[in-house]
């Protein structure tokens, strides 16, 4: 288990909830987290903003979809940024799950921030136990797949608006359950661009196309 981080929590007094109660649900997380990484950030740093004005200015976006309520700064290992107010509170079940997903992005950067944007978003997605789906559908799998390999050749934003979120936890699931978690981490650390599959073969796992064909029977629905 790796070493516990510093934890430095700010709140707005219009945020829904007390410090306190941000902090023991983030120290949650971080004990979830201890057990799946070897390596943990020195100092985690969240910001709560209770207004959705004040979340944009600070995450630097003029408009941002409503369901956005958390964010991490491209490759940061330190900081999330968190929206919690009253005209959009968050059920303890719901931010203690996007705590984890998005604390979970600080640990994946430390692992190695080269990492694209399907595996990091797979990896929280799957820690924090947030993939509702069990298959995928043959179009949506074919959409995220123009060449044959899921995530090639598809940027991750037109992904993700065709469940990319949920397919790349699956994937992540699927590649936890065959290989380790642990010696997924391993083999994921010397990545630094490219196929993320032929990556995994190079560090002695299965062979890509081979990979790639028994995740997609035994993902794709029939
Ligand atoms: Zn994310």
Known sequence: MSNLPKLEISSQKTSTRTTVEYEQLAENSINILGEAYREAPGLIRIQILGSRQDFLDVIGKESAPDWLVAYVPQNSASTIVLLDNEQNPLSSLMLSKILTHEIAHLYTNILNRELPDWVKEGISMQLA????????????????????????????????????????????????????????????????????????????LDDASAIIDKMKSSLIEN
């Not at 559908?137 to 065709?162: C, H, K, L, M, Y």
């Not at 380790?180 to 661009?193: A, H, Q």
């Open 129 to 204: 136990q947030q993939v509702k789906i069990r298959t995928v559908t043959a179009s949506n799998w074919d959409r995220i797949s123009p060449q044959g390999e899921p995530f090639s050749g598809i940027t991750w934003q037109a992904a993700a608006e065709v469940n990319g979120y949920e397919i790349a936890g699956l994937i992540l699931c699927f590649l936890f359950e065959r290989y380790g978690m642990k010696n997924i981490f391993d083999s994921l650390k010397g990545y630094t661009d490219g196929s993320v599959f032929l990556h995994l073969q190079q560090r002695g």
